[in-house]
């Protein structure tokens, strides 16, 4: 009877998003307050109704109901409670849930926002939004519903993908989708410009907020991501280009582009039509993630679903709603205001040529991602784009980016002082040109590329840090007046210094693991050992254990350093019974910032095991420094709620 409410809520969930939807397009079309507020009443209605179709899905895995076909082939009875109440978005119906869950949620949080949006801008706003969860609700309904029930019901169920039974992959879905469903708000803001007709600073303010948390969540999830597939897949890596990553990626790197485009928009008033059209990029690209991880396009552990008719469906999804938003925009966009000028030296054109450098590495991520797919659709011929192809072009247009990163917030607004910044910043250049010549004569010299690398992740440290130090004229008074300046900074200005920290930090850490780290694989018997970097490992014992839904073997392996006892990492080979699935439980040693990284491959004859072992130096860098990037737009978030309930304040004494 649950699953039944569940399914029923979705259906009246969709029914309310379509009322939001002409509710808020007719109170916008005849001035009515009244109607759109009902409209925006339905934004809410809808978002409890999918709450609680989400509520009866969880509901349905935790007491394991075999009825419910999703959960029979997601879950098992033996499975630990995390990863059951996991198993709710661990399919592709679930995670479509998920999705409108996300979609609604943000909906209705448009829909509550009262602190200055105008009535016209506000309705067409939450219109778009209903119009996007009527769709994705449609689908959800008719072509992936989660409630169906089956004839005939298991004993048991199949449980979820052993891959996916892992605590950042319980995670991981619900910060990435938040993140990717965050840029509809966007999305629908840019589409209520358009119609209003005004993409000015203030709209600028109500959009940044938004786009902040969207890149926020994006940035948590790709890293959470990132690190599963580092300890999870057993391969010693972190970033593959896989398709499905770089499906994450795009949409990360326009609405880095938006981000930085929408500064201008607000202290300038120029790059109005840009803007907007980054804001209907964004969730564009999140849609195409979408469509790349569930119409079975891609083959690949990320990807959720191999169903061409389902797939078609999102790729007519995505069509719709992007070419309505694109073609609005060619319609619109003239009408636009242009705004003011600004001299090629400035702070403007820094930030433009920083949105031209983001938007040509998401395309080169873009053509890499989709060439293979379209080359086997036109020529039956399969290939593979991989990393070679990457970091021959992606890597330079970002390391111009890096190089201009720290001048940019030392420029001034409308024209700037390039001699002035060059001398606030040859400090910072000459440490950074020190710490790659060093690398490059001592650690090795055949690492030149990544040697720049160092460089690259010091001067944007450095380059950080002189930007907060001229903010609070440190070293040019006295340390009362320096701690005062600096406690006074906006939220905004503490959160825009530690992205660009978090960036250094991990070009930092990625370049040392990268250029630097050692891999060594042996059969080892008990008692044998394995070298690798300056580590010595030897091979214990093997035993037996009985984990909750599987049985392993585990390796105890003794890790020496100069004869000193390190660390006694242990490796595990999993076997899955009910999916009758194999996998490797990494065993990884954290040495300051670096990883010793141990995996125990199959047994072969002779009472003999594979075992690999990787020494990642400064990789835990790779996931510190997205972490402080999103801690950066979090403070960013609260300084500009701050800002605008001051400014509500203000006007209303």
């Given at each position: 009877m649950i699953a039944e409410t569940g399914a029923f809520a979705l259906i009246l969930a969709l029914v309310l998003s379509l009322a939001q939807v002409v509710l808020s397009v007719a109170g916008r079309w005849r001035r009515a307050s009244v109607l759109a507020g009902a409209g925006a009443g339905a934004a809410l209605a809808a978002f409890a109704c999918v709450a609680v179709a989400f509520a009866a899905l969880m509901h349905a895995f935790v007491t394991s109901d075999f009825s419910v076909a999703n959960v029979a082939a997601n879950s098992h009875t033996e499975k630990p409670m995390l990863y059951k109440v996991a198993g709710t978005w661990g399919s592709h119906e679930g995670s479509m849930l998920l999705w409108c869950l996300?979609?609604?949620?943000?909906?209705?949080?448009?829909?509550?926002?009262?602190?200055?949006?105008?009535?016209?801008?506000?309705?067409?706003?939450?219109?778009?939004?209903?119009?996007?969860?009527?769709?994705?609700?449609?689908?959800?309904?008719?072509?992936?519903?989660?409630?169906?029930?089956?004839?005939?019901?298991?004993?048991?169920?199949?449980?979820?993908?052993?891959?996916?039974?892992?605590?950042?992959?319980?995670?991981?879905?619900?910060?990435?989708?938040?993140?990717?469903?965050?840029?509809?708000?966007?999305?629908?803001?840019?589409?209520?410009?358009?119609?209003?007709?005004?993409?000015?600073?203030?709209?600028?303010?109500?959009?940044?907020?938004?786009?902040?948390?969207?890149?926020?969540?994006l940035t948590v999830g790709i890293t959470l991501g990132a690190f599963w597939a580092y300890y999870e897949l057993g391969w010693g890596g972190w970033w593959f280009w896989d398709p499905v990553e770089n499906a994450s990626f795009m949409p990360w790197l326009i609405a880095t582009a938006l981000l930085h485009?929408?500064?201008?928009?607000?202290?300038?008033?120029?790059?109005?039509?840009?803007?907007?059209?980054?804001?209907?990029?964004?969730?564009?690209?999140?849609?195409?993630?979408?469509?790349?991880?569930?119409?079975?396009?891609?083959?690949?552990?990320?990807?959720?679903?191999?169903?061409?008719?389902?797939?078609?469906?999102?790729?007519?999804?995505?069509?719709?709603?992007?070419?309505?938003?694109?073609?609005?925009?060619?319609?619109r966009a003239p009408a636009l205001s242009p705004g003011g000028v600004f001299a090629p030296v400035s702070r403007e054109s820094a930030l433009v040529l920083n949105n031209i450098l983001l938007a040509a590495a998401t395309v080169t991520v873009l053509l890499g991602t989709l060439y293979p797919l379209i080359r086997e659709a036109a020529t039956g011929e399969a290939i593979s784009v991989?990393?070679?192809?990457?970091?021959?072009?992606?890597?330079?247009?970002?390391?111009?980016?890096?190089?201009?990163?720290?001048?940019?917030?030392?420029?001034?607004?409308?024209?700037?002082?390039?001699?002035?910044?060059?001398?606030?910043?040859?400090?910072?250049?000459?440490?950074?040109?020190?710490?790659?010549?060093?690398?490059?004569?001592?650690?090795?010299?055949?690492?030149?590329?990544?040697?720049?690398?160092?460089?690259?992740?010091?001067?944007?440290?450095?380059?950080?840090?002189?930007?907060?130090?001229e903010r609070t004229r440190a070293f040019r008074g006295s340390r009362a007046e320096t701690w005062r300046r600096l406690t006074g900074l906006p939220r905004g200005a503490w959160g825009m210094t530690f992205a660009h920290l978090g960036l250094g930090v991990f070009v930092l850490g990625a370049c040392f693991e990268t250029a630097w780290k050692a891999e060594a694989?042996?059969?080892?018997?008990?008692?044998?050992?394995?070298?690798?970097?300056?580590?010595?490992?030897?091979?214990?014992?093997?035993?037996?254990?009985d984990g909750p839904n599987y049985d392993a073997e585990r390796a105890t392996i003794t890790a020496r350093r100069d004869g000193a006892l390190v660390c006694t990492p242990r490796p595990e080979r999993r076997f899955y019974p009910t999916g009758g699935q194999t996998t490797s439980e990494v065993a990884i040693c954290t040495q300051g910032a670096s990883h010793l990284y141990v995996v125990l491959g199959e047994r072969r004859p002779g009472e003999v095991w594979l075992v690999r072992a990787y020494w990642n130096p400064w990789a835990l860098l790779i996931f510190l420094g997205p972490a402080i990037m999103a801690l950066g737009g979090l403070i960013s978030i609260s300084d500009r709620r701050l800002r605008l309930a001051v400014g509500r304040r203000a006007v209303a004494e």
């Open positions: 996300a979609l609604t949620g943000f909906g209705a949080a448009v829909a509550g926002f009262r602190r200055g949006l105008p009535p016209g801008l506000k309705a067409v706003t939450v219109a778009t939004q209903g119009a996007i969860g009527t769709v994705f609700l449609a689908y959800t309904v008719l072509a992936s519903n989660p409630f169906q029930r089956l004839a005939q019901i298991p004993i048991e169920g199949r449980s979820l993908n052993p891959l996916l039974q892992d605590p950042a992959l319980a995670f991981h879905p619900p910060a990435l989708y938040a993140g990717y469903v965050g840029m509809s708000v966007v999305f629908s803001l840019a589409v209520g410009a358009l119609v209003e007709g005004r993409a000015d600073a203030a709209w600028a303010r109500w959009v940044r907020p938004w786009t902040l948390m969207a890149w926020s969540l485009s929408a500064i201008v928009t607000e202290k300038r008033g120029a790059l109005a039509g840009w803007t907007v059209f980054l804001a209907l990029a964004a969730f564009t690209f999140s849609m195409l993630g979408a469509f790349l991880v569930r119409s079975g396009v891609l083959t690949s552990v990320h990807a959720f679903a191999v169903d061409p008719t389902r797939g078609v469906l999102l790729l007519m999804i995505l069509g719709v709603t992007a070419g309505a938003g694109f073609t609005l925009f060619a319609w991989g990393p070679p192809f990457f970091n021959l072009t992606f890597t330079p247009l970002m390391a111009a980016l890096l190089i201009l990163l720290p001048a940019g917030p030392l420029l001034a607004w409308k024209r700037g002082d390039a001699l002035g910044v060059a001398q606030r910043l040859w400090v910072a250049a000459l440490i950074a040109v020190a710490c790659g010549l060093l690398a490059f004569a001592v650690v090795s010299p055949r690492k030149a590329m990544a040697s720049a690398g160092l460089a690259m992740g010091a001067w944007l440290i450095i380059g950080a840090l002189v930007e907060l130090a694989a042996e059969t080892l018997a008990i008692g044998q050992t394995l070298n690798v970097g300056a580590y010595e490992l030897t091979l214990d014992r093997i035993q037996g254990v």
